[in-house]
């Protein structure tokens, strides 16, 4: 049986894959720079042999290699790759215990759509809020977890947020 990676361009988006766990299919389209048809018929052989996984989720599809993460992973990375959602991990990894009205003006998005941001986090289980009265305290509910995907694939986020904070991660060691 022929190995499903000699083909060249099956390769290329297995690598992308590979080395960036959860792009969405137009990120990948753009990384490969290959038409939106080839791409989509390489992608479904790979989901079918087992290469790749597909996680469909709101309006993305999201691509993970198989058997390389496992599904709480899978989850965490979905966040990161989102550019608040992503901000908003990083300030709560900084600065446990954080209040949502603390958040707001950390951030220059409307309260509405930091708490759709936040629904989304506390749904996967990425974020919790303690409530205390009037106001609910936040924090990630597996900061290790996130701080090693951070590391692991923080040349994939091209964001600064992420090298500065793997920068202070590393040297409290």
């Not at 899978?74 to 901000?87: C, F, H």
């Amino acid at each position: 049986m022929p190995d499903p990676l000699d083909l060249a361009n099956r390769k290329r988006i297995y690598e992308c894959i590979r080395e960036s766990p959860g792009l969405h299919f137009r990120e990948i389209q753009r990384r490969t720079a290959m038409p939106i048809g080839v791409l989509e018929y390489h992608l479904n052989y790979l989901v079918q042999k087992e290469l790749i996984t597909l996680e469909r989720q709101e309006n993305f599809s999201r691509y993970y290699p198989g058997g390389q993460l496992n599904k709480d992973k899978q989850k965490i990375l979905s966040v990161l790759r989102q550019e608040i959602p992503r901000g908003i991990v990083l300030y709560l990894l900084r600065n446990p215990g954080a209040t949502h009205t603390e958040l707001l003006r950390s951030f220059t998005i409307s309260g509405g759509t930091l708490s759709y941001h936040m629904k989304k986090l506390t749904t996967k289980g990425v974020v919790s809020a303690e409530k205390r009265g009037r106001e609910s305290f936040l924090r990630v509910v597996d900061p290790e977890n996130v701080a090693d995907l951070l590391i692991i694939y923080r040349r994939t986020f091209f964001d600064k947020l992420v090298d500065e904070f793997v920068a202070r991660y590393l040297e409290r060691d």
